[in-house]
Structures are given as C-alpha cells and as structure tokens.
C-alpha cells in the first residue's frame, strides 16, 4: 500500500501476556520510529530503525519493551507480561531519511487495552 | 532538556474567523518545530516545519506558523478557519538535525464552528 500500516488496528489483552504489534513503512523508507501515546498526552518516542539496526531506543520505558526490524523493512514491537499501564495507542512512522524533508508519515496505530 | 508546551487544550472558532493554536518550547541548541494534525481514525499528518529561514512557515490546507525566537514561539495560524479543520493539533520540537526524535506537546483541540 501507499501508506504506513500498523496491525492490529486493536488489541485486548489480559495482564501478563505477550503481545507483538506490527508495522509495515512506506516502501523504500529507511528510518522507521515507533511512538506511543497515551489518552490524552501527545506521542512519546519509543525507538528509532536506520535500516535494520536501533538507532536510538532511549524511549524504551523498560526491559519488558523490545523491537526488531530483522530485514530493513517491517518492524515488530514486542511486549512481554505487560501491565495494564501499557495500554496506549503505539503509533509507528517512517522516513525518506536520504531527503530530510522534516516530515515523518505515520500509521494509524495499534490500540492496546491491557486488562 | 527539550519540552513542548501547548497552553490551551481546546480553541473554538467561528467558520471563518482567523485562527490560532499556540505553541512554546524549550531547547537548548537550534529548534526543529513541526505542526501535525490528527484527524480521527486518522494517522498524524504532517503540516509544516520550520528548520532555518524565514519565520514565517506556509504549510498543508492553508495553514502558517511564525517562528519567535525571543519568545521561544511557533504558533499555527488560519486566516479563515473552515468547519473540516476541526481535528487535534500537535506542536513537536527535535533538537537534532535528520532525526524525527521529536517532543510532542500535548495537543490542542480545534473546533471550528459552522
């Protein structure tokens, strides 16, 4: 597709459990950023993809958050026993980073509920 | 360390009317600013930036911020708002060139009314 796409649109969950979220960049995009954002507050940086390698996870809340991008292209945040404190909406956006325009395009995010 | 400000979490207009969403912030070192807009169901789209230059940015739909040094300011602006502007508003700020590292504020709801 044209855009960035983020699945599942929606995910429940019961505290404690695993839960992968998926996000696949504009095509030929090298930089990819997840974010999340809680109700109310604006986005908050989670991590940052230059092609296949974390640029900068320093928005990574805990050890419990983990992100791959194994190919350069789809990227998979992953949460383990997560608590009902995670529920958010993770928005994940790439970048053109060869053009530098300033503009990111994102998804239209993941809502998480954890229970 | 980087913050955003968005000082008012709703502005209501008239169709019509000029608009102003305001937005602060806090840098050390030179700012990066951005406007995004979220429509609902809808993902963060992006509307102007301001990088170096001239103060005065034009951006997507009409829109416009003025960069304020000395006021550490980047306020958006409409000069007729129109009913499908209605949509949250968000102020980012990156203190780092070629990374979309960026600070949100914490968004600014805009309701334009017919």
């Known amino acids: 597709g044209a855009g960035v796409s983020q699945t599942p649109s929606n995910k429940v969950t019961e505290k404690g459990k695993y839960v992968e979220l998926r996000c696949d960049p504009i095509?030929?995009?090298?930089?990819l950023y997840w974010y999340r954002q809680s109700l109310g507050q604006g986005p908050e940086f989670l991590i940052y993809?230059?092609?296949?390698?974390?640029?900068?996870d320093s928005g990574l809340p805990n050890d419990r958050f983990f992100a791959v991008r194994p190919e350069g292209s789809v990227s998979t945040l992953k949460i383990q026993r997560t608590e009902r404190g995670d529920s958010a909406v993770y928005l994940c956006?790439?970048?053109?980073?060869?053009?530098?325009?300033?503009?990111?395009?994102f998804g239209e995010g993941s809502r998480l509920t954890v229970l | 360390a980087q913050s955003v400000a968005q000082p008012e979490d709703q502005v209501n207009v008239a169709e019509g009317n000029p608009l102003t969403v305001k937005c602060t912030y806090s840098?050390?070192?030179?700012?990066?600013l951005f406007w995004y807009v979220q429509y609902p169901n809808r993902g963060l789209q992006f509307l102007l930036k301001?990088?170096?230059?001239?103060?005065l940015v034009k951006g997507s739909y009409g829109f416009e911020a003025e960069f304020n040094k000395s006021q550490t300011s980047f306020h958006l602006k409409k000069p007729s708002a129109l009913v499908s502007d209605s949509a949250l508003y968000f102020c980012?700020?990156?203190?780092?060139?070629?990374?979309?590292?960026?600070?949100f504020g914490t968004g600014t709801r805009l309701k334009v009314l017919a």
């Open positions: 840098v050390s070192g030179n700012p990066y």
């Open positions: 993809f230059q092609g296949t390698g974390a640029a900068d």
């Open positions: 980012a700020v990156s203190a780092t060139s070629g990374t979309y590292k960026y600070i």
């Open positions: 956006a790439s970048s053109d980073s060869g053009r530098n325009t300033g503009e990111l395009f």
């Open positions: 301001y990088i170096t230059g001239d103060n």
């Open positions: 095509s030929g995009h090298t930089a």
